[in-house]
């Protein structure tokens, strides 16, 4: 066995650390582009934004394989950036551009797909993780692919009952899934203990034998150790479940204002930004403040670049709606 030194580990410790800041500015710079489209009305529909959950999103999916599969949650869009699908192809589909992974079909975050990085999209609805993933998990366990396959959700899905017919049957047949609760205590307007009766989510896929870990969802390192633990459980055929505790800092989604909560813990929520936190980590080992604010720029210069590509994008032509259409 080889140990390393005390120096070796600050340094190694840092090398992560700095990854994940610059996976979760990204994240954070491209939402910053979104959002502003979503207050323009350039694109239909809602748009949820990730704010305070851009890092644990950013630990996880950095920690995957480049093929293991990947269905995101809706809120927000660091999932995918981080498991290294192109900007321009993700605001090409804001936009309804050809740039798009729909090529022009449109219809934004939903439907962002890159099978190539194992990104498979998001369940319409609710709850549609737990048997996709399962289904993904079955697919590479038969084929000896080796492929873990993560979902993440909101504690707000985790009541749907999928979970438990998907969590059973996981654990029988020994899948390799990775599910990621991303715990921020809301459900839209609805607070968890209210709606649930607990704060607490991991206990119930403790009780189903998922390997269970609970972390500081706005600790990117802890996250991120924890994530990396969870998919060698998967991949050795123990389905894993992480209960990541995360603060919403922003409304269910662009535009609301959250009446319905408190303002002392939307301003608590602030003082816990992953980035922050992970920036005030980078200087207390030693990194300089003109390298992360170097970081957050070239974030929002690498977004503002694709967003202006994904623009002017071409538009499809009238026979793209027809493709892949078979009844
Ligand atoms: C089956 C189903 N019910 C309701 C909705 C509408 N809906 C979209 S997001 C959301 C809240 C989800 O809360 P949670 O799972 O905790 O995730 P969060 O929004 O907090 O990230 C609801 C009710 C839906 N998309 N699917």
Redesign the pocket.
Known sequence: MTTMSPDAGLTKQRETLLRLYRETARGRALEDVVNQLAQTRTFRGFF?PGRGQEGLQAAVCTALNVDDYLLY???GLTYLTAKGMDPVSILGDFHGRLAGSTRGLGAGTVHCVDPARGIMGQGG???SCFPLSAGLALASKTKGEGKVAAAF?????SA?GTFLESGVTAKAWGLPVVWIC?N?G???SARVQDVQGTADIAPRAAALGFHTQVVDGQDVLAVHEAAIEAIRQARGGVPAFIEAKTE?IEG?FTGDMQPYRDRDEVAAAKTRDPLLLAGQRLVELGEDTAVLDDIREQARAEMNAADEAARTSPLPDGTRIHEGVWA
């Open positions: 949820h949650a809706h809120r609805t609710l709850g959700f909101g504690e707000g899905a749907r991303e921020n809301w459900a839209v919403r269910h």
